[in-house]
T-cell receptor, first 114, second 115 residues
Framework: AQSVTQLDSQVPVFEEAPVELRCNYS??????LFWYVQYPNQGLQLLLK??????LVKGINGFEAEFNKSQTSFHLRKPSVHISDTAEYFC????????????FGGGTRLMVKP | KAGVTQTPRYLIKTRGQQVTLSCSPI?????VSWYQQTPGQGLQFLFE???????NKGNFPGRFSGRQFSNSRSEMNVSTLELGDSALYLC??????????????FGQGTRLTVV
């Protein structure tokens, strides 16, 4: 079975600073990887996904992530954060034959300070 | 187009009661998945329905059940509620049955409180 670990439960950062949110996964087969964002009292919104091809994936709101198969990681980055990026971020995986079933990490709360 | 609609948004129930939550997917979407979100366990997959058939089921007791109607709307039911069932229940709507081919759109959730 696959699993996802988000190494940081909270990441405080000052506005306009760069940020990296870490995600590691475990699976014996190939996986597909996703990052979602959840704003307070909202559902989840897809930021980006890696299916195949280029290991650097660009998403919405200036976020990007890099797939590293040897390190089984899929870290999310943004070069300059805004106050509005304050939210909870979830890394998720699925398998090719798993339909729409997503396995989520525990989440990382990004807190952007002025 | 309208997004995923979950009703009700908030619900308070007493232990031992049962509850039914509803999810209307985006028009044209045929797959509906349900997730439970709690501070302790995070986001956990409950089940997925596609064209009225349950395709996948998570590791939850039989008290949790669901169904999907011919118009793709879905309901989930929890019987004999326990305090630990208090959670945000999220519904996700997808065009087809494979996450790799389509994006999952989430509703705002139903916050269930069991007292």
């Amino acid at each position: 079975a696959q699993s996802v670990t988000q190494l940081d439960s909270q990441v405080p950062v000052f506005e306009e600073a760069p940020v990296e949110l870490r995600c590691n996964y475990s699976s014996s087969v190939s996986v597909y990887l996703f990052w979602y964002v959840q704003y307070p009292n909202q559902g989840l919104q897809l930021l980006l996904k890696y299916l195949s091809g280029s290991t650097l994936v660009k998403g919405i709101n200036g976020f990007e992530a890099e797939f590293n198969k040897s390190q089984t990681s899929f870290h999310l980055r943004k070069p300059s954060v805004h106050i509005s990026d304050t939210a909870e971020y979830f890394c998720a995986v699925t398998l090719n034959n798993a339909g729409n079933m997503l396995t989520f990490g525990g989440g990382t709360r990004l807190m952007v300070k002025p | 187009k309208a997004g995923v609609t979950q009703t009700p948004r908030y619900l308070i129930k007493t232990r031992g009661q049962q509850v039914t939550l509803s999810c209307s997917p985006i028009s044209g979407h045929r797959s509906v998945s349900w997730y439970q979100q709690t501070p302790g366990q995070g986001l956990q997959f409950l089940f997925e329905y596609f064209s009225e058939t349950q395709r996948n089921k998570g590791n939850f007791p039989g008290r949790f059940s669901g169904r999907q109607f011919s118009n793709s709307r879905s309901e989930m039911n929890v019987s004999t509620l326990e305090l630990g069932d208090s959670a945000l229940y999220l519904c996700a709507s997808s065009l087809n049955a494979r996450a790799v081919n389509t994006e999952a759109f989430f509703g705002q959730g139903t916050r269930l409180t069991v007292v």
